[in-house]
Nanobody, 127 residues
């Protein structure tokens, strides 16, 4: 089992920045990808970004590419999501997830292949 705990959400004005953190514990050696997803009210959960635990390859949704940066600190078992130039449409609950399978990242995924999930952290961007 892997436990994931997110932190760092909050309220920010449009154009501002936030940094989310996701601390993993338990059988972290089994993790292949760490990802961030988000879900806005009334909308389907959507992929935001992912990073390979080994090697550090990164993947982004088109909607955040160039504004968000995913990174990892394997020694601390922590993944980060630096969010810059935030827009009101980025408002959502953001979830950290872990995937054990070495399969290609599909940016249209809703995360059904991910094995473990955090509880989520709210990000609200005001206009």
């Amino acid at each position: 089992q892997v436990q994931l705990v997110e932190s760092g959400g909050g309220l920010v004005q449009a154009g501002g920045s936030l940094r989310l953190s996701c601390a993993a514990s338990g059988r972290t050696f089994s993790i292949y990808y760490m990802g961030w997803f988000r879900q806005a009210p009334g909308k389907e959960r959507e992929f935001v970004a992912a990073i390979r635990r080994s090697g550090g390859s990164t993947y982004y949704a088109d909607s955040v590419n160039g504004r968000f940066t995913i990174s990892r600190d394997n020694a601390a078992n922590t993944v980060y999501l630096q969010m810059n130039s935030l827009k009101p449409e980025d408002t959502a609950v953001y979830y950290c997830a872990a995937d054990r399978q070495p399969l290609p990242v599909i940016p249209t995924t809703t995360g059904s292949e991910y094995d473990y999930w955090g509880q989520g952290t709210q990000v609200t961007v005001s206009s």
